[in-house]
């Protein structure tokens, strides 16, 4: 299996150029929706978050108010590293399970076919905003960071979330720079332009990859 590590900061739009490879044939694992449902009320995460940040963070339907978290954390870079202290080894565990699967699936004596048989090696994403941070980039083949103007993100924040110009600059300023991403970076996707642009710069990069995959295919 082939995996990419998909990141970039907040608003880049790393989940668009997700959908787009999901629908090239890239089996996608998204970390940060992982992140969510392992803090659904009742889980082992829940808990951790409720005893490190208290009640007041549990909302209707004992739900974590993830509103009311954002605020916290992003406005305290202690409280911060504390949620990743508690959700990032949670994540990788998962994530690693999932993955598991996807081999597994992709396996000649997992997917029933006659010896013989090829089986066509899979291409896999994690998308994650903490990719670098997490540990998870050391798990991947290579490295792709999506990026964009600061102030398309400010923008992309304040309409799809309705957040309010103030608390879009916290979050954009709680995480580590772009350029800190790019440089550790095999792929970078810029995404200034139109989604037909976003497409593509993402089709572009996967026929190099098919290439590059086809070439290791034959030389073996």
Not at 164 to 174: D, G, K, N, Q
Request: aromatic share 2%; net charge negative.
């Amino acid at each position: 299996m082939y995996l990419i590590g998909l990141t970039g900061n907040i608003a880049t739009g790393k989940s668009s150029v997700a959908r787009i490879l999901q629908g090239l044939g890239a089996h996608v694992v998204d970390a940060d929706k992982l992140a969510h449902r392992l803090m659904e009320p009742g889980t082992e995460v829940w808990q951790q978050v409720v005893d490190a940040f208290g009640e007041e963070m549990v909302g209707p339907g004992d739900r974590i108010d993830r509103s009311r978290l954002g605020a916290l954390v992003f406005s305290d870079p202690k409280a911060l590293r504390r949620l990743e202290e508690i959700v990032h080894p949670a994540v990788l565990t998962e994530t690693e399970r999932i993955l598991m699967g996807i081999e597994q699936a992709h396996d000649p004596e997992e997917s029933g076919l006659q010896q013989g048989e090829e089986v066509p090696g899979p291409v896999a994403v994690v998308e994650a905003i903490k990719l670098i941070e997490s540990g998870l980039a050391e798990r991947c083949d290579s490295v792709w960071v999506v990026t964009c103007a600061r102030d398309l993100q400010v923008q992309r924040l304040m309409e799809n979330r309705g957040l309010s110009r103030a608390e879009v600059l916290l979050r954009i300023e709680a995480q580590p720079s772009q350029e800190q991403k790019v440089e550790l970076a095999d792929v970078v996707i810029e995404n200034d332009g139109s989604r037909e642009d976003l497409r593509e710069r993402v089709e572009r990069e996967w026929e190099r990859l098919q290439a590059l995959l086809s070439s290791s295919d034959n030389l073996t």
